[in-house]
């Protein structure tokens, strides 16, 4: 406190308590007030006629004396005043220069007598900075993305809000971190959580009560279609047909080549099946045949092309399940004098169905008269 003011105070308090019951009295008090760092604050204190001197105090301690006269008293550059006189009425409004933090407190204005309502709150708060901070601004359509918006430096921590194109997004989409740094500044972030369907202004706002309009930062977001999904499955889905498609005509090309393996292994077989049943026609007519030479005069020249028919024969031995019989004991028991009888028989031509293995016969009889 400045020693001068201290003791204009205290002068004055003297007087007042002199003086108690003059009655004038403060009109209006000084009002609240909240402004940025570096302004200047403004209090009007208004009294009626008859007031001997005016002091105003911050935090108690006198900074300024108005006299009678309206003339101030400055003891300190950063408190001044200017008067104004209406009709009986006198208003001192007081000027705090190049506020500061540590300039907020209470201010009051005193004529010594009053109790009532005569006191107000300077506020200084400090604008500090808002960024969106370096993100990838370029998002795929519903594709969840965030952005994060910083502010530095300021008193007291701000309220952040976000704006998509003008429109105010709900606080559920957003979060904030402050704190606050050694110089008694607040630091803040917000997160928003975004998932966006199209392009647009992405906007951060930060609010203190000293600006009158918030503070933003605002960037562009892009949002891009990705190619489209539906088209995605679509070509899949093509894809998927055709592997499947082709794995079906392979398999059922492998079917149809199977099928024809078999047929004609069938038809071969069939075929097989008629050949053996000529062959032991045959051979049995041969066997007559040679029992008949055997009987006669043997001619054993023959006799190897026997043993090749039955190599044929044993070669595919399965295909014949009366095969055993057909070479059995059986068929030796045949080849006897009652055989060579019923032989005699056939050759009268009595079995129609033996017509077919007479060429064979007749050929192997033509290659046993050549030897
Ligand atoms: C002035 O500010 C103080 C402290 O901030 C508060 O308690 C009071 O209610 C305010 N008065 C008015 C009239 O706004
Ligand atoms: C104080 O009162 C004067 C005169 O009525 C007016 O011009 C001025 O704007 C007022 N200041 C404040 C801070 O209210
Ligand atoms: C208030 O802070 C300023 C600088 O911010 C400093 O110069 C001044 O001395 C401080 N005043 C008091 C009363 O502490
Ligand atoms: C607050 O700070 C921002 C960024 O520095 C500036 O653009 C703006 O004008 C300031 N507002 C006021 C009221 O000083
Ligand atoms: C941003 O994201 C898009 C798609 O996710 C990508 O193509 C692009 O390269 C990214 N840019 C940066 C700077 O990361
Ligand atoms: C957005 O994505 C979600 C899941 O990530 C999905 O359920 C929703 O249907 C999508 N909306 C549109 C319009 O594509
Ligand atoms: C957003 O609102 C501000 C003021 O309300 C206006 O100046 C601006 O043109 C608007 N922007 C859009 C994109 O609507």
Avoid at 11 to 39: C, H, K, W
Avoid at 320 to 327: E, I, M, R, T
């Amino acid at each position: 406190m400045d020693r001068h003011q201290g003791w204009i105070w205290l002068a004055f308090r003297l007087l007042a308590f002199i003086d108690l019951g003059f009655g004038y009295f403060i009109i209006e008090g000084p009002q609240n007030l909240t402004v940025l760092v570096g302004s200047v604050a403004r209090f009007n204190c208004t009294v009626s006629e008859g007031w001997p001197v005016l002091i105003w105090l911050f935090d108690g301690n006198p900074i300024l004396t108005v006299l009678n006269n309206g003339t101030p008293i400055i003891t300190q550059k950063k408190y001044n005043q200017e008067g104004f006189k209406n009709g009986s009425e006198f208003t001192s409004e007081l000027k705090i220069f190049d506020v500061q933090l540590n300039d907020s407190g209470e201010i009051k204005c005193s004529i010594q007598n009053e109790v009532n309502n005569n006191y107000a709150f300077l506020s200084v708060q400090v604008n500090g900075s808002l960024t969106i901070k370096d993100s990838n601004l370029t998002v795929r359509k519903n594709q969840t993305t965030e952005i994060v918006c910083e502010a530095l430096g300021w008193a007291p921590a701000p309220h952040i809000f976000w704006m998509v194109n003008n429109i105010s997004l709900d606080n559920s989409m957003y979060i904030a971190n402050q704190s606050q740094g050694s110089n008694g500044l607040y630091n803040e972030e917000s997160i928003l959580t975004l998932t966006p369907m199209t392009s647009g202004i992405v906007t951060c706002l930060a609010v203190i009560d000293a600006l009158s309009k918030p503070q933003y930062a605002a960037v562009t977001l892009i949002v891009y279609e990705p190619p489209s999904t539906s088209d995605n499955d679509g070509r899949i889905r093509t894809i998927i047909l055709a592997v499947v498609l082709s794995v079906v005509g392979f398999l059922l090309l492998i079917l149809l080549i199977l099928l024809i393996i078999c047929c004609c292994k069938r038809r071969k077989e069939s075929n097989y099946r008629k050949e053996m049943r000529k062959v032991s026609e045959k051979k049995a007519t041969d066997r007559n045949l040679e029992t008949m030479r055997h009987s006669g005069q043997a001619n054993y020249a023959y006799s190897p092309e026997e043993t090749e028919y039955s190599e044929q024969v044993a070669g595919v031995p399965s295909f014949f399940p009366d095969n055993s019989s057909l070479y059995g004991p059986k068929q030796d028991l045949e080849v006897t004098p009652t055989s060579q009888v019923s032989y005699n028989g056939h050759h009268d031509g009595v079995l129609p169905s033996r017509t077919t293995a007479y060429p064979i016969i007749l050929r192997k009889i033509r290659n046993v008269t050549h030897v």
